[in-house]
């Protein structure tokens, strides 16, 4: 019994490694709402649509899950991390729009990649996912939008929407966006499905009866509901776990999680102080 709950703390553990990996998407019905939606506006005649949310509210993995489904149907890219230069970006938009690779120790001529995409109305559509796109600049970002102005390029752009900062706001993005849409954290049954959720697919079953109502409403007052802290605190209290189980069994339940072991995690990461 104890080797097995042992590995499975572990096991648990690394079920919450933050990570972008398309399989391990749960299905919420919000996150659900969102893709839905997402995936009807980009059927739309729209240049650019906002995706916006606080850092951890799932913006990467709803774009690599989208890209993902749709990449048999349509053209679309995913660009995860912005490009070092505008150099490097406009070659990756050159090599997907002409289907060839850009020559040797040359840049892109951006007014012809223009005309050339401007060649393509009618023929092809391509969707770019940007991810991080409050990383690129202001010039490239006046680039990308002469490119979706030819309607042959669409984007979608992901942005962190922090406390103090209204993006939204941001002069670009006044008038270019057509559709937004938000991410946010999630409500404490939405946190305890999305956990509970992670945790059967990984047939942890007595470690998710272990946390139950109660001890995931600390775990929400914690996070906040937000995917990445929540991912957090998981692997902490998974850790604190398999300390525990290993050291000192008789001081764990291993039918339920206490509060005592979640405040550690808790503190551990700084939600709360001693
Ligand atoms: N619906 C979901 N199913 C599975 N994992 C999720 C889901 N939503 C979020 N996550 C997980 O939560 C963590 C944070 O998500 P993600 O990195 O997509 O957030 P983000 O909004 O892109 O954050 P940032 O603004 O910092 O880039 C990741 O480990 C991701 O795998
Ligand atoms: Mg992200």
New binding site residues.
């Given amino acids: 019994m104890k080797n097995l709950m042992t590995s499975n703390y572990s096991i648990a553990k690394n079920v919450f490694?933050?990570?972008?990996?398309i399989d391990?998407?749960?299905?919420?019905s919000s996150?659900l709402t969102i893709y839905t939606q997402l995936e009807k506006i980009i059927d739309k005649p729209l240049k650019m649509i906002l995706l916006f949310?606080?850092?951890?509210?799932?913006?990467?993995?709803?774009l690599?899950r989208l890209q993902n489904n749709l990449k048999h149907q349509k053209e679309i890219h995913y660009f995860p991390t912005p490009a070092t230069s505008e150099k490097e970006f406009f070659g990756i938009v050159f090599k997907i729009l002409t289907q060839q690779e850009l020559p040797e120790n040359t840049e892109v001529n951006f007014s012809a990649l223009i005309k050339f995409c401007e060649s393509l109305l009618g023929k092809r559509e391509i969707i770019i996912l940007l991810?991080?796109a409050q990383m690129y600049s202001a010039t490239i970002m006046e680039k990308i939008r002469l490119l979706s102005d030819t309607r042959v390029v669409k984007f979608v752009i992901?942005l962190?929407k922090t406390d103090d900062e209204d993006l939204i706001a941001k002069e670009h993005f006044q008038t270019r966006i057509w559709e937004s849409l938000e991410?946010i954290n999630a409500s404490v049954d939405e946190q305890k499905i999305?956990i509970h959720k992670?945790l059967l697919k990984h047939n942890l079953f007595d470690v998710a009866n272990s946390l139950d109502g109660k001890e995931l409403k600390l775990v929400h007052k914690f996070t906040e509901g937000n995917?990445?802290e929540?991912?957090k605190l998981l692997y902490t209290i998974f850790e604190i776990c398999e300390y525990y189980e290993e050291f000192e069994p008789h001081n764990i339940d291993v039918s339920h999680i206490s509060k005592k072991i979640i405040e550690m995690a808790g503190l551990k990461l700084g939600y709360i102080h001693a």
């Avoid at 490694?17 to 990996?21: S, V």
Wanted: glycine share 10%; proline share 3%.
């Fill in positions: 490694l933050d990570k972008i990996e391990d998407y749960i299905e919420l996150s949310g606080k850092p951890g509210t799932g913006k990467s993995i709803l690599a991810d991080e992901a962190h991410l999305y992670k995917y990445r929540c991912n």
